[in-house]
């Protein structure tokens, strides 16, 4: 096909037309056609035109009529929640968290797999993303044909290598360079149409809250995921869809307390949920026997801030103070470097925390950041609660189908092996 000038095609621009009216439809609408025009900066005609298609395609579905200024009612146009499906997988902490939307992220279906002592064991997480996948289709009587895709959200480094698909290396979960992508495939009830998104869980989480959370019409923000470990992902007008960055391993104190990435000193080893419970047990505090991280954080909580009337804890209220600090002076540095709008806290423990721990956070973040980009940050909680990892994950499908214009993903050649089948026999010679 001739290309333009700029390089540019016939099908490269009506398939950034049609992206561009379904995101306005998805965001902003119902909207008529009228008002696509200024939304977009399309023609009428080109507007008359790429609705026509999408209509055609079952992408776009009418939602009632308005009236218009002395003429006829326009008609009213939205993005077809059944058009699509998407799974979003959280590879969390204290479980496996799978859901099934539809396209305009209603949660349909879901499944949670809790995870053990040994809860990062490859095959043990492999076989729960597999099962419960097929689980939700099965809850929602879904093809799994009619999945626009599968995301997941892992902890650690995610490479996207065109040989081997996405490759996980998780230094504090003990993974190193696990090729997820081509193990999950192995023996999948998915057909090879049907892609994989994996990426990092703070990344995925800063996705959902920039699009649909507390960091929404913000163009430079920073969301943190604290839970058991603590990471981030930086959101700038460079950075649309964000970058996870490994802020839990900043060194805050040289030969300070052992991380479990192996390091001293690691902002992690004194901010996250697992040190935190730790430093609190070695301190003399006593947490429920055998309880899991969550149950276990919810006890020193009700310890530290007992009901009007009884005593505190001052073990467990000096280490969650001492955490509060180390949050804050790790935010600082997240301040400093980057300049953010907004700063948003997210994760298991950053939630349950939050009510009592973000005054003292902001303080510290404030007190040690320099003053210019401290006055013109606010630091919140994410508005999203505990699904917003699995929501991102489903979203990494969504936003590259939208990038296609309403397109699925090309299915694989047939005249090579799929690249993690490839990866896959690698594994094993």
């Known amino acids: 096909m001739a290309a333009g000038r700029n390089g540019r095609t016939v099908r490269d621009l009506r398939r950034a037309n049609r992206t561009a009216v379904l995101q306005r439809l998805y965001f902003d609408g119902p909207l008529s056609r009228f008002e696509l025009g200024p939304a977009t900066g399309l023609s009428s005609g080109s507007i008359s035109n790429v609705v026509a298609d999408l209509v055609a395609d079952g992408l776009v579905e009418e939602a009632g009529s308005v009236d218009s200024d002395g003429g006829r009612p326009r008609t009213l146009l939205r993005v077809s929640p059944a058009s699509g ?62 999945l626009l895709g599968v995301g997941i959200g892992v902890p650690g480094i995610v490479e996207h290598t065109p040989d081997r698909g996405a490759v996980v290396h998780g230094q504090t979960i003990g993974w ?165 709008e907004r700063i948003l806290i997210g994760g298991w423990a950053g939630l349950q925390l939050g ?9 510290h973040a404030t007190a040690y950041a320099l003053r210019h980009p401290a006055e013109n940050v606010t630091v919140e909680l994410g508005r999203l609660g505990p699904d917003a990892v699995t929501v991102g994950a489903a979203i990494l499908p969504l936003a590259d189908f939208f990038t296609r214009g309403g397109r699925r993903a090309e299915p694989v050649a047939q005249d090579r092996l799929p690249a993690w089948q490839t990866a896959l026999e690698e594994r094993r010679a």
């Open 176 to 340: 190193n360079a696990v090729p997820l992508e081509a193990l999950l495939r192995t023996d999948s009830r998915l057909p090879d149409s049907v892609p994989y998104f994996i990426d990092n869980g703070a990344k995925t989480l800063g996705q959902a809250e920039m699009w649909f959370g507390a960091g929404r019409g913000a163009g430079n923000a920073v969301v943190v995921l604290f839970g058991s470990g603590v990471g981030a992902c930086l959101v700038t007008p460079e950075v649309e869809r964000g970058r996870a960055v490994e802020w839990g391993h900043l060194t805050v104190r040289v030969r300070g307390r052992r991380c479990r990435c192996g390091a001293l000193g690691c902002l992690e080893a004194y901010a996250g949920a697992e040190s935190l419970l730790a430093r609190w047990r070695e301190e003399g505090g006593r947490p429920p026997r055998d309880a899991d991280e969550e149950t276990a954080l919810t006890a020193m909580l009700a310890a530290a801030y007992p009901p009007e009337g009884q005593d505190a804890d001052p073990v467990a209220l000096g280490v969650l103070e001492e955490t509060a600090e180390y949050l804050g002076a790790g935010l600082s540095d997240l301040i400093n470097l980057f300049q953010p």
């Open 85 to 146: 499906h998407m799974i979003g997988v959280d590879v969390g902490e204290t479980r496996v968290r799978i859901e099934l939307f539809d396209l305009a992220l209603t949660e349909l279906a879901r499944a949670e797999r809790p995870l053990t002592p040994q809860r990062y064991d490859v095959d043990v997480i492999t076989g729960h993303v597999r099962d419960g996948i097929a689980e939700v289709l099965a809850a929602a009587h879904l093809a799994p044909e009619r």
């Open 355 to 363: 009510p009592r721990f973000l005054p003292a956070v902001r303080r």
